[in-house]
């Protein structure tokens, strides 16, 4: 039996046959739910995607995130003010937290201390008083202070008891709190690396911008440029630009100093990275349209060429921001940099330049562990990024 429908006479028209349901441009029949959902994300959930697979980079990115979050409200964290001093608790050791006394459960508490001098090395020593439990207040009334310097308030996460003493990270040669400090030194250490890399971010985008897509002489002389300050060692070049700076500038103008002096010597490998991009994005077909249609050229490379790379300058300022950090807490350390009443981390470390102080009190050397947490952070943010800049790998 022929089950085949017979073929249309010679000359007579065609049928066909046209479906009246509504098109779809995002039905594919042939993806399931999963696949259709990758197929319909945007370029951004995609990147979101590929870098939440990053354990690493999410987890530093939670970790920063904490830490940019604190520097607003250091002073309700900090359980003292940044200059209480503590005469009676000179150069005190870190103070251990407790939970029980006596095999019970009382809570976080510490034990009171008692100061006792070695005469024959002068050294001060502690004892810890067992009968004297100090319990740890959380929400409380403390020492005073100006809330970025504009409101009065008095009120900290963390307390130590009535007439008692909490020094987590024992205290310095005035009797300050180091942990208070630390807390304090975070703002200026964490946003001195934003200043300097927002600083960079625009010579870096704008000269290498207008190299890469204008060339010729201009371009040529940037790269000389450009050479000329990658040959020159960046720490005694920071050192002399430090050294420039008058001693009777006040601590507000040193900060915007040496965020500036960073800035400039940090510029020259963004910019050789955005003229590599533009020389071959500006061969682009959108690129001759927006010229015939009349677009300048600060138009063309804001508009149309930069944000097509823009996920590579985030990740590229995630590692630029550590060396930023770095360097001021070099400079700070040398005593070239910041200078007080300004606490940074970098100010802190200057307490432990003597081996003798390193040898007797090397709790003073814990501003060192913020600063290897930020920049392995940034680290793996950065590679984090940058791995989620092109998802479709």
Known sequence: MNTHSPLPAPGAPLQHYVSTAPFDLQSVEAMTPEQSKVFQASQLRLMWWKFRKHRLAVISGIFLAALY??????????????????????????????????????????????????????????????????????????????FWGLIEGDRHFVCPAENGQLFLAGTDRLGRDVLSRMIYGARISLTIGLVGISFSFLLGIVIGGLAGYHGGIFDLIVQRIIEVLQSIPSIPLWLALAAIMPITWSPILIYFGITVILGLLDWTGLARAVRSKLLALREEDYVLAAQLMGARSSRIIGRHLIPGFMSHLIATATISIPGMILGETALSFLGLGLRAPITSWGILLTEARSVSVIAFYPWLLLPMLPVILVIMAFNFLGDGLRDAADPYK
């Open 69 to 146: 979050f604190g520097i607003l409200i250091c002073e309700f964290l900090a359980p003292y003010n940044l200059h209480t001093r503590n005469m009676d608790y000179i150069y005190s050791p870190p103070q251990r937290v407790h939970l029980f006394h006596d095999g019970q459960f009382v809570g976080p508490f510490v034990y009171g201390r008692q100061m006792t001098l070695d005469m024959d090395t002068l050294k001060r020593n502690y004892i810890e008083k067992k009968d004297d439990v100090q319990w740890i207040r959380f929400f409380c009334k403390g020492d005073s202070y100006q």
